[in-house]
């Protein structure tokens, strides 16, 4: 029986676990979509629901909390402006996870993690390459 076994363990030590779940919550909260295996992605969205929970409260304890936790301050400020200004009206919840399909390599499942209501980036527009003046003519 697995009662009261909240976390997995991905065959690693509980301190490369912690470490790991930090550089992935911290990405996720800066770019707003990472990919990653299943099993991870489900762990992560558990995680960053709570940072973004904290964030809500927007108290000093609560960034304190956040700021032990998350990598970058820069990504805190940006937790407590923005993303806790966007869910301020949602009552958990604001993470997906969507499966993507299998790795090439070892065949493990691939997900995406994304923010709700995360606004996609506009695509790069492709500036059209001027013609090089060649050498001139002679006339």
């Given at each position: 029986m697995r009662h009261r076994k909240r976390t997995v363990k991905l065959g690693r030590n509980s301190s490369h676990r912690k470490a790991m779940f930090r550089n992935m919550v911290t990405s996720l909260l800066d770019r707003e979509r990472i990919e990653t295996t299943v099993v991870k992605a489900k762990?992560?969205?558990r995680l960053a629901d709570?940072?973004?929970?904290?964030?809500?409260?927007?108290?000093?304890?609560?960034?304190?909390?956040?700021?032990?936790?998350?990598?970058?301050?820069r990504v805190v400020k940006r937790l407590?402006?923005?993303?806790?200004?966007?869910?301020?009206?949602?009552?958990?919840?604001?993470?997906?996870?969507i499966r993507t399909g299998f790795r090439q390599g070892d065949g493990a499942e691939l997900a995406l993690v994304e923010m709700i209501g995360r606004i996609a980036p506009k695509p790069k527009s492709e500036?059209?390459?001027?013609?090089?003046?060649?050498?001139?003519?002679?006339?």
């Open positions: 762990e992560a969205r709570k940072m973004v929970t904290l964030a809500k409260k927007g108290t000093l304890h609560a960034r304190r909390q956040a700021l032990a936790f998350i990598m970058d301050k407590f402006s923005v993303l806790a200004e966007r869910y301020a009206d949602r009552n958990g919840g604001y993470t997906r996870v500036k059209k390459k001027k013609k090089k003046a060649g050498p001139a003519e002679p006339k």
